[in-house]
């Protein structure tokens, strides 16, 4: 007799990590493991990935974390990803042709640039929702095609795609190129309101069509995992990029509903409802989820530097041993308030989109140390959150919508109550944090279990969310903005010319 499907298997293959998490059918996570991923450095700006390790990293973690239960009892796999990473390969072999360039990477920055100059920006806007950045995957998958040996001669024998697209073809072992809305709405190629693939915009990045993957649903068929891999044909039912993933897994499913999840970077989605949406404040319209008949649209803020400032300050100062330390050194920080940390390490992203600005540590005095400069890192997370909000509100008013009254947040940093307060006080929203914070993983789980009928309906989803904290606001109003506009000022001093 057949097992009775019991789990959910959710893989979420991160910047800075790789993560299988085991849910059961109530999605509650039973089991988990996680490894690191290897960042590569060419240049100053680029930053790699080596694809076939990110593919050896989730194998390792599905079968650590899948362990103990029968394959026979996973119903689904769920894939998160990080977005706009962009890998090309052969077809033929499932071998990646060069690193995959991260949504990090700036090299494609002059790219950019003439195409602005060129007066192609409202077209990119119009169709896509996103601004021309070297962020996005376009000006990434055009300068593989342009410097990989006989990558356009050879167009027809070659795949592209985003983290997502690179691991269901190897989970299905070739049987599927594919990839859903989310991740092909942060590509730069895709129409927003027909959510294919956008002729005028292949041929402005020069895209042949032919390496592209084919657009479904968040949540519906992927294929199946091949037996070999984890013992049984597990069909893959989930699929969203990482961000799209968290907003799912925080269940904002009505419009207003916002979140960010503190990663790597920081990334703040607001719901918008089934319109298609238009952001007069520089921040982005994406696809927040397809499935069950319904397409939800997204604005999105993105900051590129969050927990990777705490990595900085660990392996790049040595402040710390370990990221946990943070909270305990930050506590000790003095006074200090006109200290400002702007890490543009790569740039600023949403909604400043300035490239080459450059990071840096504006009022330093001689009181100030390592507990002050910790502070003032985890305080330009929380400025540039509010960055994000205050374009967020002025879209949504715009668009009729009230203004957001809680921020929901997960990630890695919000396990730290001393940010999440701080968060709370420099934004002025009341901060939720919820039991689980591995949103990521729990959204790529939710979409596998709504794609395989385990749930009914987005309320069967919703109803799995609980929280673990609220955090008030506790600070003055007139002090909150006090040091936001202190903020102001320093972001202003490292801005390039002509942002």
């Not at 929702?129 to 990558?151: C, E, M, N, Q």
């Not at 920081?266 to 499935?291: E, Q």
């Not at 990221?323 to 949403?350: D, H, K, M, N, Q």
Request: glycine share 8%; net charge negative.
């Amino acid at each position: 007799m057949d097992a009775e499907p019991s789990f959910l298997l959710a893989i979420d293959q991160g910047t800075t990590s790789t993560r299988a998490i085991l849910f059961d059918t109530s999605l509650r996570p039973l089991a988990s493991h996680a490894l690191e991923v290897l960042q590569i450095y060419p240049a100053d700006g680029w930053v790699e990935h080596d694809p076939e390790e990110i593919w050896q990293a989730v194998i390792a973690c599905c079968r650590v974390a899948a362990k103990g239960v029968s394959p026979a009892e996973i119903a689904a796999i769920g894939l998160a990803n990080q977005r706009e990473t962009t890998v090309l390969w052969e077809r033929s072999t499932g071998k990646a042709l060069h690193n995959a360039i991260v949504w990090q990477d700036r090299r494609t920055t002059d790219v950019c640039r003439i195409l602005k100059e060129n007066g192609h920006e409202p077209l990119v806007t119009a169709r896509t929702g996103l601004v021309i950045d070297p962020y996005f995957s376009a000006t990434k998958l055009r300068w593989l095609l342009d410097h990989v040996p006989d990558a356009r001669r050879r167009a027809d024998e070659l795949a592209f795609g985003t983290i997502d697209s690179w691991l269901i073809f190897r989970l299905t072992g070739g049987h599927v190129h594919a990839t859903d809305v989310t991740n092909a709405s942060r590509t730069m190629l895709l129409d927003l309101r027909t959510l294919d693939w956008c002729d005028e915009l292949l041929a402005l990045f020069d895209v042949p069509r032919v390496v592209l993957p084919e657009v479904r649903d968040s949540a519906g068929d992927f294929g199946n995992a091949t037996e070999d891999l984890l013992g049984a044909r597990i069909p893959i039912c989930g699929v969203a990029g990482d961000q799209q993933a968290a907003m799912f897994g925080q269940a904002c499913f009505a419009p207003g509903d916002v979140k960010a999840t503190y990663g790597t970077g920081c990334f703040a989605l607001v719901n918008t409802g089934t319109a298609v949406p238009a952001s007069r404040n520089r921040l982005l319209a994406t696809a927040a989820y397809r499935a069950r008949g319904t397409t939800a649209y997204a604005i999105e803020g993105s900051i590129f530097v969050a927990g990777s400032v705490v990595q900085w300050l660990r392996d790049g100062l040595g402040m710390i041993g370990s990221a946990s330390e943070i909270e305990e050194l930050v506590r000790r920080a003095r006074g200090c308030e006109g200290l400002y940390f702007v890490p543009a390490f790569t740039g600023l992203g949403a909604p400043y989109w300035d490239p080459e600005a450059r990071g840096a540590i504006v009022g330093l005095t001689r009181d100030a140390g390592a507990p002050e400069i910790a502070r003032a890192a985890l305080d330009a997370v929380c400025f540039q959150t509010r960055d994000l909000l205050a374009a967020m509100n002025a879209d949504m008013k715009l668009a009729g919508f009230g203004q957001p009254e809680i921020l929901k947040v997960d990630g890695g940093m919000v396990r730290n109550d001393a940010f999440c307060q701080r968060l709370a006080d420099l934004t002025g929203l009341p901060v939720a944090r919820p039991t689980l914070t591995e949103t990521t993983a729990l959204g790529a789980a939710s979409l596998a279990g709504l794609g395989a009928g385990l749930f009914r309906d987005f309320a069967d989803v919703a109803s799995t969310w609980s929280l673990d904290r609220r955090f008030e606001p506790k600070l003055a109003c007139q002090t909150r903005d006090a040091l936001y506009e202190g903020w102001r000022d320093a972001v202003k001093r490292v801005r390039s010319r002509g942002n």
